[in-house]
C-alpha cells in the first residue's frame, strides 16, 4: 500500500472531524454578532420609548434630538478610534470591553433619576456601539473560512435586524407602563451585552491577530479549532504568514508613518477604501432610515389608526425587515457579494420611484382644508389650502373627520415641536380632543397610501439582503491585514457620519423638497451607485482574505465587469509560491 494512498485516507478521517470545527465557529461568530443585536436592540428601543421618555423627563424638541444625537456623535467618534485599539490590544479585549460599557450604559438608562443621567447613559451607549460596530465585523472575517465568511458576517447584520424586532416586542410589552415601562425597555439591553462579555472571556483572538504578534502556534491550534484537525487549517496558516511576511517586507521598503497615509500612498488600498466608504454612504443615502421613519406614517395613511399602534408598528417594520434581511444570509455564498448588490439596488432604485410616484399622486389629490381655526389665523398653519401643503411644515398638523366618503371636516393646526400628539389649538387639542377626530402629523389620508405601501414592501425586500448587510460584508474582507482595522475604522466612521448628517438635515431637505422630492433624490442616488458599483466593485466570494488585495491591484477596467478570476487566482498563486520560498516552517512558531 502506497504512502500517498495512506496520506489520502488519514487526510479524508481528518475531513470528518468539521462538524465539530462548524460548531465551535457558529458558537464564536454568534456570541460576536451579539454586538449587532445589541445595536439594533438600541435602535428600536429608543424609537418606542422616546413618548415615553418626553412626558417623564419633560423633554423638549431639542431634548429629544440630543438624546438620539449624543449617541451617533459617540459612536462616530469611538469607531475612528476602534481600529486602533484593535491593532494594539486585540480583536477580542476590544469586543470584552464594548460589552461591559454597553451593559453600564444600559444600567444607567434604565435607572436615571433625571435626564442628565439619562443623557449619561446615552452616551455611554455610543462608546460601546462605536467599538462594537468597528471590530466585530473585522473579528468575524478573521477568523471566519473562505467559504463561509461571507454569511457569517452577514449573521452580524441579521442580528441587528433581529434586535430591532426584539426591541419592538419589549415595547409593545411594557407601552401600558407609562411610568416605569421605558426603564425595561432601554434596561434589558443589559442581558445580552452581558452574555457577550462573560461568553467572549472564553472565545479565541483572531488568528491574524496573533500572527502579527509572532504567536505562530496559537494562531495555528485557532485555525485547527475552525476548519478541525485537517490540512485546511496548515494550507491556510500557510497563506497568512506568507502573506504578513511579505506585507512586512513591502512596509519597510516605502517607510513608516501612520497608517492612514500608508493607505492613501497604496493605489490597491486606497481603492478599496473609497469603495468601501461609498458602500456606507449609499447604505443611509438611499433612505434606509426615511423609509423607516415613514414606515408608521404609511400604515396609519392604510387606515391602523388605534391608539396604541405608535409602538405596535414600529415592531411590524422591524419584523419585516428581520425576515427580509435572510435571503442576504443564504445568496452572499451562493451568487456572491457583488451580484447581490447590484441587484439590491436595482430594486431599491425601483422601489424608491414607486415611493415617489405614489407620494406625488397623495400629493396631487390632497384633502382641501375646509375649516380655518380663527384661533390660529396669525399662524403659518392657517395659510395652507390642503394637508400635505400643511404637514410638511414640521410645525403644522391635519385634523379630520374620517368618514366613509373620505375626510371631513379637515383644518391645519398649530402644533408644539415637544408634544406632537395634540395640536395648540383647535379641534385636535388635548382638551377637546374627541374619538371620532384624527389627528394626522407627518402624513395624509389619501387613495394612494396602498402604492406607496407596495413600494415600501418592495424596498424591504431589496434593501435588506444587500444594502443593508452587504457594505459590513464587503468591509470587512477587501483590505489587507495592516490596513484592515484602520480602514474598517474609517468606513465606520463614515458610516454613522452618514447616519448623522441624515438625521439633522432630514427636517429641513423634506420641508424644502416635499416627501416625494426625497424619493426622487433617494432614487437617483440608487441609480448614480449603482453605475458606479457595476464599475468598481469586484467579486470576492471564496477567497482569503490574503488573496482579495490583488483584485484591487489592477485598473478598474481590467477586473470590475469582466471578472477575470483566472488572472488572479494565477497572479496569487505565483505569489504565494514566490513568498512561500521565503517563510520558514509554520509549526516551528519562529519568525522568519
Not at 230 to 244: C, G, Q
Not at 497 to 526: D, Q, R, T
Request: charged share 15%.
Amino acid at each position: 500500500m502506497s504512502s500517498e494512498f495512506i496520506n489520502d485516507v488519514e487526510g479524508l478521517l481528518q475531513d470528518r472531524v468539521k462538524p465539530k470545527a462548524q460548531m465551535f465557529m457558529y458558537t464564536v461568530t454568534l456570541l460576536s454578532a451579539v454586538g449587532g443585536f445589541m445595536s439594533g436592540y438600541d435602535t428600536g428601543a429608543i424609537s418606542g420609548a422616546m413618548m415615553f421618555l418626553r412626558k417623564y423627563f419633560e423633554l423638549d424638541y431639542t431634548w429629544q434630538k440630543l438624546v438620539i444625537g449624543v449617541t451617533m456623535a459617540t459612536a462616530w467618534t469611538f469607531s475612528l478610534i476602534a481600529g486602533y485599539f484593535a491593532d494594539r490590544l486585540g480583536r477580542k479585549p476590544v469586543i470584552i470591553l464594548s460589552s461591559f460599557v454597553f451593559t453600564v450604559g444600559a444600567v444607567l438608562m434604565g435607572t436615571a433619576v433625571d435626564k442628565g443621567m439619562f443623557l449619561g447613559g446615552r452616551f455611554v451607549i455610543g462608546v460601546a456601539l462605536g467599538l462594537t460596530s468597528t471590530t466585530v465585523p473585522v473579528y468575524i472575517s478573521e477568523v471566519s473560512p473562505p467559504e463561509f465568511r461571507g454569511r457569517l458576517v452577514t449573521l452580524n447584520y441579521c442580528f441587528l435586524t433581529g434586535g430591532q424586532f426584539v426591541a419592538g416586542i419589549i415595547d409593545g410589552a411594557f407601552s401600558n407602563d407609562e411610568t416605569n415601562g421605558w426603564r425595561f425597555m432601554l434596561g434589558l439591553a443589559a442581558l445580552p451585552s452581558f452574555i457577550q462579555f462573560f461568553g467572549f472571556l472564553m472565545m479565541p483572538e483572531s488568528p491574524r491577530w496573533l500572527m502579527a504578534q509572532g504567536k505562530y502556534q496559537e494562531a495555528l491550534e485557532v485555525l485547527k479549532s475552525v476548519h478541525g484537525q485537517t490540512s485546511h487549517a496548515k494550507e491556510e496558516f500557510d497563506s497568512i504568514k506568507a502573506n504578513y511576511v511579505e506585507t512586512e517586507r513591502e512596509m519597510e521598503n516605502t517607510g513608516s508613518g501612520p497608517i492612514i497615509l500608508q493607505v492613501f500612498r497604496n493605489p490597491a488600498v486606497k481603492r478599496a477604501l473609497t469603495i468601501g466608504c461609498l458602500l456606507h454612504l449609499t447604505h443611509h443615502f438611499v433612505g434606509s432610515n426615511t423609509v423607516t421613519f415613514y414606515g408608521a406614517s404609511v400604515i396609519e395613511m392604510c387606515g391602523i389608526r388605534q391608539s396604541s399602534s405608535i409602538v405596535w408598528l414600529t415592531a411590524v417594520i422591524a419584523v419585516v425587515n428581520l425576515c427580509c434581511s435572510f435571503p442576504g444570509l443564504v445568496l452572499v455564498e451562493k451568487i456572491g457579494r457583488r451580484p447581490l448588490t447590484l441587484f439590491s439596488l436595482a430594486g431599491v432604485s425601483f422601489s424608491l420611484g414607486i415611493m415617489a410616484v405614489g407620494f406625488q399622486l397623495a400629493n396631487v389629490h390632497s384633502p382641501q382644508i375646509q375649516i380655518n381655526d380663527t384661533s390660529g389665523s396669525d399662524t403659518v398653519c392657517s395659510s395652507y389650502s390642503s394637508c400635505s401643503q400643511c404637514v410638511n411644515n414640521p410645525y403644522c398638523g391635519y385634523c379630520f373627520l374620517d368618514l366613509p366618503s373620505g375626510p371631513s371636516n379637515g383644518s391645519c393646526l398649530l402644533t408644539d415641536l415637544d408634544k406632537p400628539d395634540v395640536s395648540v389649538t383647535g379641534q385636535c387639542n388635548s382638551s377637546l380632543l374627541e374619538n371620532p377626530l384624527i389627528w394626522s402629523y407627518h402624513w395624509c389620508p389619501s387613495d394612494y397610501s396602498w402604492l406607496i405601501l407596495v413600494g415600501l414592501i418592495l424596498y424591504l425586500l431589496c434593501f435588506s439582503p444587500g444594502m443593508g448587510s452587504m457594505p459590513w460584508t464587503v468591509n470587512s474582507e477587501i483590505y489587507p491585514f495592516w490596513a484592515r482595522s484602520t480602514s474598517c475604522a474609517t468606513t465606520t466612521s463614515v458610516n454613522w457620519l452618514s447616519n448623522i448628517v441624515v438625521f439633522m438635515l432630514f427636517p429641513s431637505v423634506a420641508e424644502i423638497l416635499n416627501k416625494y422630492g426625497i424619493f426622487w433624490l433617494y432614487m437617483s442616488v440608487a441609480v448614480l451607485a449603482w453605475i458606479y458599483f457595476f464599475l468598481m466593485l469586484p467579486e470576492t466570494r471564496g477567497k482569503r482574505l490574503e488573496e482579495v488585495e490583488s483584485l484591487f491591484a489592477h485598473p478598474w477596467w481590467q477586473d470590475a465587469t469582466t471578472a477575470d478570476e483566472k488572472k488572479t487566482v494565477q497572479y496569487v498563486h505565483i505569489r504565494g509560491i514566490n513568498q512561500a520560498t521565503n517563510v520558514d516552517d509554520p509549526d516551528s512558531g519562529e519568525e522568519s
